[in-house]
């Protein structure tokens, strides 16, 4: 393939101060740009500093393909579920839940795990690179990830998956049985059918690499400013003339919009639809124990299949992490859904977890309908980016996301194709009057 390097260099704005505008700004800055990063809170505050820290190539598969509904029933059913969708009066959501189903198909289930996949493994080649001597400081460790079943059925239905990871995707996951498993990762009671190991799969601790991120956008002169909210976005001739935020008028030569769950309230003044919806999830943080109790905490990354509960160890600390719950814009944290996730947790392993946890976490997952991240540019604006969308693969496909957007705005040779990625997928929105002047401010 012919390399195409640009002399375009401009002044890009970028809105969203998480890990995939980090990345964005980290590459725009790496290839010459003036970069302003615009962050409502402080960097890293949202949805990427509490995750668990995945960096898996192996997520290829979306959440929608054939029986993901069937699926998912029986945990909006249960009140301790998984998958929760509170009664409440919600249009978007609405939208969303009734467009879910269309993408619930095999060829679709194809086009989103190749698209998924390319932004996968070269997020995870950008990942080694920078993290090549950076990995003590992120605590980046390279264990694999454990997928853990309770029962015989799921283990062995699990097998088609991997037969299919394996031979269309070059991902080759390894059967542990019963006995196997709990010898890998001895912290596991006897009873668990068994495991399937993706000894490509990394971790990390995401709180960590922000403030790496942070500080490596300084040393590259980006112009940071934090608890700065955006209040309007002021259109001019087809593009984005300036920025109205808490900190002063911002003109805008470039901008991209990173602001993940969010990004749809930004929509009618790009004049796209973007059926991006928040993802609530959940985790919480042991640590300060003695050195007996660590002992006993897992050594390798796990998701329990059966209640999609995950853990991670970060050295002396381990997180826990669950659920998806489509609230609406909602950041309360409920005590029953932690109690939940930890009693689900602790029903998996041999020892207790000790404690509480010296931190809590609530965040938005980017969760776009067809589970298909949006890298593109506004179709009616000529000056406006989006990146969002990247759902529960926002850590592992941050780098890829933020080089994308980067090579697109310079008009560099792209690090992969874009066209899966395109906003013109979702189509035009169509208004009866322009938003010139709309507040766009996004809740606090």
């Known amino acids: 393939m012919e390399i195409r390097m640009s002399a375009f260099r401009p002044h890009v704005t970028i809105i969203g101060g998480g890990v995939i505008g980090c990345w964005s700004a980290y590459y725009l800055a790496q290839k010459g740009c003036r970069v302003t990063l615009v962050e409502r809170n402080s960097i890293g505050s949202g949805a990427s500093s509490g995750n668990c820290g995945y960096l898996c190539p192996s997520h290829v598969m979306p959440l929608c393909g054939p029986g993901a509904i069937r699926h998912a029933l029986p945990h909006l059913l249960r009140r301790d579920g998984a998958l929760s969708v509170p009664a409440r009066f919600d249009p978007t959501l609405w939208r969303w839940l009734m467009a879910f189903p269309r993408y619930c198909t095999a060829d679709h289930q194809t086009k989103a795990a190749v698209a998924r996949d390319r932004l996968l493994k070269s997020s995870a080649g950008l990942y080694a690179e920078y993290l090549a001597d950076r990995g ?77 991120l942070h500080q490596d956008l300084r040393d590259l002169n980006v112009e940071i400013m934090q608890n700065t909210e955006v209040l309007r976005m002021d259109m001019t001739k087809g593009k984005v003339g300036s920025l109205k935020t808490s900190s002063g008028d911002l003109k805008v030569e470039q901008l991209v919009l990173a602001t993940g769950a969010e990004t749809p309230r930004f929509a009618s003044d790009l004049k796209c639809r973007i059926p991006v919806v928040p993802g609530k999830g959940y985790s919480m943080t042991f640590g300060n124990a003695d050195e007996n109790t660590t002992a006993s905490w897992p050594q390798v990354p796990m998701i329990f299949e059966d209640t999609h509960v995950a853990i991670t160890p970060f050295g002396e600390e381990l997180r826990v992490g669950s659920t998806m719950q489509l609230t609406g814009y909602d950041r309360t944290i409920d005590p029953r859904r932690l109690q939940m996730i930890r009693n689900d947790a602790q029903s998996y392993l041999r020892h207790p977890i000790v404690g509480d946890p010296h931190g809590t976490w609530v965040g938005w997952r980017p969760m776009s309908v067809d589970d298909i991240p949006c890298i593109d540019r506004a179709p009616a604006v000529e000056n406006a980016w989006v990146a969002t969308g ?38 035009r929105l169509r208004q009866s009057k322009p938003s010139v002047g709309k507040p766009t401010a996004l809740p606090a």
């Open 390 to 427: 990247n759902g529960m693969v926002g850590m592992s496909t941050g780098t890829a996301s933020g080089h994308l957007i980067a090579d697109l705005i310079c008009g560099d040779t792209p690090v992969i194709d874009p066209r899966p990625y395109s906003l013109s997928r979702f189509g």
């Open 136 to 212: 003590a400081e992120c605590r980046w460790d390279s264990k694999g990830l454990l997928l853990v079943h309770r029962g015989q059925k799921t283990l062995d239905g699990f097998q088609a998956t991997a037969d299919r990871l394996a031979s269309e995707f070059d991902i080759h996951p390894v059967r542990l049985e019963g006995a196997a498993l709990v010898n890998h990762e001895p912290t596991l009671i006897d009873s668990l059918a068994g495991g399937w190991l993706f000894p490509a799969d990394t971790h990390l601790d995401p709180a960590r690499l922000m403030q790496r």
